[in-house]
């Protein structure tokens, strides 16, 4: 069996969008903004850090 790595999230989606729409929508920042998060930093390679932030004011539900 696989060890799994303890600070890891994992969640798998079957998403109906071609794969390089799909590609850019988690990749870039400015599309993650458009419907998820306020903000977001991505450095896209492995290892790097995401930083994803809502605002509470903006989402007082969330």
């Given at each position: 069996?696989?060890?799994?790595?303890?600070?890891?999230?994992?969640?798998?989606?079957?998403?109906?969008?071609?794969?390089?729409v799909?590609f850019?929508?988690?990749?870039?920042?400015?599309?993650?903004?458009?419907?998820?998060?306020?903000?977001?930093?991505?450095?896209?390679?492995?290892?790097?850090?995401?930083?994803?932030?809502t605002?509470?004011?903006?989402?007082?539900?969330?």
């Amino acid at each position: 069996m696989k060890k799994r790595q303890q600070n890891a999230i994992s969640k798998a989606k079957i998403i109906q969008a071609p794969p390089n729409v799909v590609f850019n929508a988690l990749s870039q920042p400015e599309k993650i903004t458009e419907w998820f998060q306020d903000e977001a930093t991505l450095d896209n390679r492995v290892g790097g850090k995401i930083s994803l932030v809502t605002r509470k004011e903006i989402h007082p539900d969330w």
